[in-house]
């Protein structure tokens, strides 16, 4: 069963950073690709960062050059750092296991989210 565990959410200040964690069950060695996803108040879910099983990496425009997303593959966890937060980055943040297509990522598994509040 294929088990993904966020943590790391909390209330940051505008322009202070958090690193989100996603503890996943089994080897990420084997997975094709992972993403992280966000959820806000009254907004559709938005897919904020990718990374493929080669290393490469893609992020919406809002979120590029202030986050990056990594993976440990020792400990098999998958980061989110977050760095020049914005209130609008405020969301329930969900850590994602799929497959990256030429049509672009598609998510199989989901864990159960983290909340991140940017708010002085």
């Known amino acids: 069963q294929v088990q993904l565990a966020e943590s790391g959410g909390g209330l940051v200040q505008p322009g202070g950073s958090l690193r989100l964690s996603c503890a996943v069950s089994?080897?990420?060695?084997?997975?094709?690709?992972m993403g992280w996803y966000r959820q806000a108040p009254g907004r559709q879910r938005e897919l904020v960062a990718t990374?493929?099983?080669?290393?490469?990496?893609d992020y919406v425009d809002s979120v590029k050059g202030r986050f990056t997303i990594s993976r440990e593959y020792a400990k098999n966890i998958l980061y989110l750092q977050m760095n020049s937060l914005k209130p609008e980055d405020t969301a329930v943040y969900y850590c994602?296991?799929?497959?990256?297509?030429?049509?672009?990522?598609?998510?199989?598994?989901w864990g159960q989210g983290t909340l991140v509040t940017v708010s002085s």
């Open positions: 990374i493929t099983s080669g290393g490469i990496t």
């Open positions: 089994g080897s990420i060695a084997n997975i094709n690709a």
């Open positions: 994602t296991r799929g497959s990256q297509y030429s049509s672009g990522y598609e998510s199989e598994y």
